[in-house]
């Protein structure tokens, strides 16, 4: 937790197309600790937000230490982007895919 606010990353792919009807799952990745209770409310917004969408809730994973930005005593958005992109990779060359990339 950073000063009492459980940080969440939410990433969403945006279709161009007006579709009503969303193909792809949402993926919700906690970093850290986090209340479920939280989670589910967010998860609530984002089928709300995009009709008939499914959301996927990944295992919460750590927050790297060095995207903390200790002057703004937060975490930078392009640091976190860039581990996600970094831990996912790995995780695909092991075989240990995101669940939303699981068929």
């Known amino acids: 937790m950073v000063n009492g606010i459980p940080l969440v990353l939410l ?10 009807q969303w ?21 609530n917004a984002v089928k709300k937000s995009i009709c008939k969408v499914e959301v ?25 982007l860039i581990y996600l992109e970094s831990y996912y990779a790995n995780q695909n060359k092991r075989g240990g895919k995101h669940e939303s990339q699981r068929q």
């Open 11 to 20: 990433v969403l792919l945006l279709s161009t197309q007006a579709n009503s």
């Open 23 to 43: 193909k792809q799952p949402v993926a919700l990745q906690p970093f850290g600790t986090i209340e479920h209770q939280l989670l589910e409310q967010v998860v």
């Open 56 to 80: 996927d809730i990944q295992p919460a994973i750590p927050l790297p230490k060095y995207a903390y930005y200790k002057p703004g005593n937060r975490y930078r958005a392009d640091k976190l």
